[in-house]
């Protein structure tokens, strides 16, 4: 390290960061010459805890992972366990599954796009942005009944039903919604302040894009043309027309354009399952409460990328393992990357542009500094043990 | 009687107490109008419509903990808030208002009163200096910078309605336009106006330029590790600066106060807030842009607008049309 450069700690608490993490970065003046990440303040055990549970009791936990795509965490999981009981789940259901991922997506979105421009200190966008995102929870509300945690996924369909009237409902809230995005397109794409500030910042060159194995529309705006729900299409996105926007400016305007006409592309896709909804019924009638064993790898086009799940039944109604691979796991190695060699004011938008969710992508190991048996990762056995020692000595808790 | 003059001059007005009452005022007209371009509601409980927001934000900062940090210099660190107060408040006395007087008007005041506002940034990169902090320390070095960006179009700018004037003193470049018989000559500064307010803007620290405590990059720039007291001291000092800044454009670029106490005074206050609405308009319509560009637009665009305005002006005098 050179004799000017000195190390700024960005978190585990601060304001560009919505969620505890931590950066290094090495600052030389105002540019960036290193950066490290770390990741582990938030781990909540959530893989561990589904160990415990059924199938059912599993899916309100996981849709706990993430406040914004709680929807893609259920749906992912799912899935897995449809495969595993060999479920064909009816179309109307799979139909209102998909219509609220996608207006997940669009929530989501709408959600970034907000602190992005909160990031580069846009504060009047991200307030506009914001207002009109409450359409989008307004109707996620109206056919679910809750704005966060939708609770609508079940394993074989979905648990609620919309009427005519909420069907014309959403496509008349849609219309509107839509004016609005065209105009956020033309903000985000020609303001100039905001247009400095992303333009030719946090590069990703697409080789690069492709070893580090980003994914969603950070990989997408570095012209990496990858999509599950077109490449492994599941639920009812094989019946629906829709484009794989990608972009080859591999900046944060790209990943900006790419989010915004995505939802664009969504509100036709929300458009067109509801001008061809079928009937029927909405959920398998009658389903078991245990798997036969096998394992399922099940993939999902979460709004920050793809989401995996892997389950491991084995003949009993809980789940022998869950493991939850979150989008931002394999998109923040990128991202911290694409920050050394530009300037500090540049870190928030650049961190930002994965829109990273750290709770989702939690991942801990204590590491024992053992004099007898040498340095090594603790073991089940062993964390379980610290734990109980830990409680029982600070907060007086007999297990 | 010839003490109590200065006396109510200092404490009164447009001394302390003036200054501290219209200052929060002015920050809630800002925060409220704002907020109404963001389609929110701003300030609404504390006050008609939230008006008393500003005090009982400074008078709970009063009352919180105040923490020195353990590596910083303890007297620099205590003493940058109150200088940077009492460089604002003083540069407030040199304001012409009570048609066109100034208590303490001289030739050359004006000279006096940009040396005194640009106190505060200097006050600024010395309190992030000396609280060694990472954060501190990258906004000190931001204030310093941005300093050298905005200052030298600030005063190019301020120059303009001077030369026209041909006067070194606020009150007389004030009253120009009414004693010449010709009120156009203030429209003619049209750039200069621009020129001014976007630098005043930038002195300010606000949106599209509060590069120095970008919130979300450096917490809170050289402020980061002030609190309780001395951080409301630098809450005051920020909305004193607004309010003489703006008023010292107003004088400058406006027309002045003229009318006597009264209307001169509703004058004043009229003005003023014309102008924190045009700030509060430009920081609500752009996004913060980096050190590297502020440098560059203020050097590229806004030095050579105030260098033609001054041409302008100069062609105009030595034809004798003003």
């Known amino acids: 390290m050179a004799e000017t450069t000195f190390r700024v700690p960005f978190g585990p608490q601060h304001p560009l960061l919505k969620e505890p993490a931590k950066f290094d970065f090495d600052i030389n003046g105002e540019e960036i010459v290193g950066a490290r990440m770390n990741i582990g303040y938030n781990h909540r055990g959530i893989e561990k805890a589904c160990e415990a549970r059924n199938y059912y009791q599993c899916i309100y936990l996981l849709e706990r992972i993430c406040g914004i795509c709680s929807h893609s965490h259920t749906t992912a999981f799912i899935q897995a366990v449809e495969e595993l009981m060999h479920l064909e789940i009816p179309k109307r259901g799979s139909y209102l599954r998909t219509l609220v991922c996608e207006l997940e997506r669009l929530h989501s979105h709408l959600l970034w796009l907000g602190v992005a421009a909160h990031e580069v200190g846009f504060d009047t966008l991200f307030m506009y942005v914001w207002r009109d995102r409450e359409t989008v929870m307004d109707l996620l509300e109206e056919i679910s009944g809750n704005r966060v945690n939708y609770a609508i996924n079940t394993i074989g369909g979905v648990r609620r039903d919309i009427t ?62 990858t999509d599950v729900r077109r490449d492994d299409p599941y639920a009812a996105y094989k019946e629906l027309e829709f484009k794989v926007i990608t972009h080859d ?52 086009e979460a709004p920050r990328g793809e989401d995996v799940h892997f389950v491991r039944g084995n003949g009993t109604d809980k789940p022998e393992r869950v493991r939850v691979r979150a989008p931002t796991m394999a998109n923040l190695e990128a991202a911290t990357e694409s920050v050394v060699g530009a300037f500090v004011a540049d870190i928030p938008i650049a961190i930002a542009s994965i829109d990273p969710c750290f709770s989702c992508t939690d991942r801990m190991a204590i590491v024992l500094n053992d004099r007898k048996r040498g340095t090594r990762i603790a073991t089940w056995e062993e964390l379980r043990r610290h734990g109980i020692d830990w409680y029982r000595k600070n907060k007086g808790i007999r297990f | 009687m010839e003490f109590v ?13 003036f200054q501290m009452v219209f ?47 353990v590596g910083a210099d303890r007297f620099m660190f205590s003493f940058m808030p109150v200088l940077g107060l009492a460089s604002v408040l003083t540069a407030g006395l040199y304001l012409p208002v009570w048609h066109f007087t100034s ?62 004037a041909g006067s070194w003193q606020i009150q007389k470049i004030a009253v120009f336009p009414w004693t010449s018989g010709s009120p156009w000559i203030l429209l003619l500064q049209l750039i200069a106006f621009v ?50 800044g703006s008023a010292f454009i107003a004088a400058l670029f406006l027309g002045g106060f003229p009318g006597g ?19 509060s308009l430009v920081r609500a319509a752009f996004a913060r842009i980096r050190i590297d560009q502020i440098v560059g637009f203020s050097w590229k665009y806004l030095a050579p607008a105030s260098l033609v305005q001054l041409l302008l002006v100069l062609l105009l005098k030595g034809n004798g049309v003003i």
């Open chain 1, 164 to 225: 005519e009237d909420q069907r014309k409902k959403i496509l008349g809230m849609l219309a509107p919604l839509k004016k609005r995005l065209d105009y956020y397109a033309q903000i985000g794409t020609h303001e100039a302040s905001f247009v400095g500030r992303i333009k030719g910042v946090g590069m990703l060159p697409t080789k690069r894009a492709h070893e580090m194995c980003a994914v969603g529309p950070f990989a997408r705006a570095s012209a990496v043309d």
């Open chain 1, 249 to 300: 400016s591999c900046d944060i305007l790209g990943r900006v354009i790419v989010r915004v006409l995505e939802m664009v592309e969504s509100c036709k896709m929300i458009e067109q399952m509801l001008t061809n909804l079928p009937e029927g019924e909405i959920c398998v009638p009658k389903v078991s409460r245990k798997t036969p064993a096998g394992a399922v790898v099940s993939r999902y």
């Open chain 2, 5 to 17: 003059m200065p006396l109510i001059y200092i404490l009164v007005f447009p001394g302390f107490l």
């Open chain 2, 23 to 69: 200052s929060t005022f002015l920050e809630w007209m800002d925060r409220k109008f704002y907020a109404r371009m963001q389609s929110r509601r701003g300030p609404l409980y504390t006050g008609w419509h939230g008006m008393l927001q500003p005090v009982a934000d400074i008078f709970k900062l009063f009352f919180k903990e105040d923490i020195t940090p």
């Open chain 2, 103 to 164: 208590y303490s008007s001289f030739e050359g005041d004006i000279i006096v009163t940009l040396y005194l506002l640009s106190i505060p940034s200097l006050v600024l990169f010395l309190a992030g200096w000396f609280s060694v902090s990472p954060f501190s320390l990258i906004g000190a070095t931001r204030v310093l910078t941005q300093l050298f960006a905005y200052e030298v179009p600030f005063f190019l700018a301020l120059l303009s309605p001077a030369v026209v």
């Open chain 2, 195 to 244: 020129v001014a307010l976007l630098t005043l803007q930038a002195k300010l620290e606000r949106v599209p330029f509060d590069i120095p405590e970008a919130e979300t990059e450096v917490v809170g720039g050289p402020l980061t590790e002030y609190s309780g007291k001395k951080l409301a001291l630098f809450r005051l000092q920020k909305d004193v600066l607004l309010l003489v």
């Open chain 2, 261 to 279: 106490i009264w209307l001169g005074g509703l004058q004043l206050i009229v003005k003023t807030m014309m102008v924190v609405f045009l700030l």
